[in-house]
């Protein structure tokens, strides 16, 4: 900036680092190397998910648990490596785009940072020191009734001696039949405002009383309906204040919603690299990928991957600079942009690989079901729209 009329010049200069440090590529080059090693081949995924019937694999996950990834973000005292979200966000990115089958990590994750934030000393010993070791948890908020409203959910938990007793239902509850625990989120009090008066409770998977049914989905069994017939949970089981269960969702969406965009980024990059190497060797006289009309697709595609990436980036960045921050817009945004963009990438990579792209030959056709759903959970894109629009004061 210089100032008119003065001898005195000044200049000012904003920049904006987006590079990974020495570090951070190590971490993804080694990710990607193990991956390429355990997972890189359609006979080893089909292995390792029973014929693609199983979304995670335990004794992969538990490989990289002893690698140290699964505790990124976990404090090195409970057995993590103490990094931060954009690290997180790096390792989903390329397992993502490895196809490492480690589906379970996505909701751990989450509950992970819900532990953090409210968990005493004993449950974090107990539930970050288990998932850096290689544990799964799940987290039930979705109800019959009650979906992207969850201030409508009815499960309720009644106080009795000691402790609760939870009944009601949750259904779309991924992970369940894999995990050790899930975080349930009920209603502990009923009042005028029907945000007030939830709580979350620990339950472990084989509680009595607690049954689990697996949903048949486009994309797999990984999620369930829960059926809770008088469940008890102590209150030692509590994560963090009774009562005090909205507060608590809300602080942890920044979170849910980066985790997911990282997941779905990585599956959009796998897309794009198949069709990509799809068109160059797809021969009709010439390689299909010189005619203009596919180039300009995977033009806009890459550029469109490539501001999802630096934007789930920049999310992440904003997370560790403040982990207590709300970034309803940023947030919304991240989740918003990339799943949509992974969608479009692996719609488009089977409209350019035509009928093998249809074919479970390839993995394109698993790339599309696995992007689908990507716009329904973790808040819709109406939903993430509409909070966008709020925070633009409409």
Not at 93 to 110: F, M
Request: include cysteine; proline fraction near 3%; hydrophobic fraction near 40%.
């Amino acid at each position: 900036m210089v100032r008119r009329g003065s001898s005195v010049r000044v200049r000012l200069r904003a920049s904006v680092d987006f590079s990974l440090t020495d570090e951070q590529r190590d971490f993804v080059a080694a990710i990607r190397d193990f991956c390429s090693r355990e997972c890189g081949t359609q006979a080893q995924r089909e292995e390792l998910t029973n014929g693609y019937a199983e979304a995670h694999n335990d004794a992969l996950y538990r490989k990289m648990a002893e690698l140290g990834w699964l505790g990124v973000t976990i404090p090195d005292e409970f057995g993590g490596s103490d990094g931060g979200m954009l690290e997180a966000c790096l390792f989903m990115e390329e397992t993502s785009r490895g196809l490492a089958p480690i589906g379970g990590y996505a909701t751990t994750l989450i509950v992970a940072g819900a532990t953090q934030r409210f968990g005493t000393d004993d449950q974090k010993r107990d539930l970050l020191g288990g998932i850096a070791r290689g544990e799964v948890e799940a987290i039930a908020m979705t109800e019959p009734e009650a979906g992207s409203d969850v201030g409508s959910l009815t499960t309720a938990a009644e106080r009795v001696d000691g402790g609760f007793v939870i009944r009601g239902q949750k259904v779309f509850c991924s992970n369940a039949r894999i995990a050790r625990h899930i975080l349930v989120v009920c209603r502990t009090t009923k009042g005028e405002d029907k945000h007030q008066g939830l709580s979350m409770i620990w339950i472990p998977t084989d509680a009595p009383n607690l049954r689990i049914d697996p949903i048949a989905t486009m994309g797999g069994r990984e999620t369930a309906h829960l059926y809770l017939d008088e469940v008890e949970a102590p209150e030692s089981a509590v994560l963090g204040e009774v009562d005090q269960g909205w507060t608590q969702l809300m602080a942890g969406l920044n979170v849910e919603r980066l985790i997911l965009a990282a997941t779905m980024l990585g599956i959009g990059e796998r897309a794009f690299d198949d069709a990509l190497s799809y068109v160059k060797e797809r021969m009709v006289g010439r390689p299909i990928g010189s005619f203009q009309a596919l180039q300009h697709r995977l033009a806009d595609l890459a550029t469109q991957l490539e501001a999802a990436r630096l934007l789930t980036y920049w999310v992440a960045s904003k997370v560790d600079e403040d982990p207590d921050r709300m970034l309803p817009r940023e947030a919304s945004m991240v989740k918003l942009f990339a799943t949509e963009t992974a969608q479009k990438a692996a719609l488009e990579g089977m409209q350019m690989m035509g009928g093998y792209g249809y074919s479970s030959e390839y993995d394109m056709e698993r790339l599309v079901r696995a992007t689908l759903v990507s716009t329904i959970y973790g808040g819709t894109s109406e939903i993430q729209r509409n909070i966008i629009a709020k925070t633009l004061g409409l």
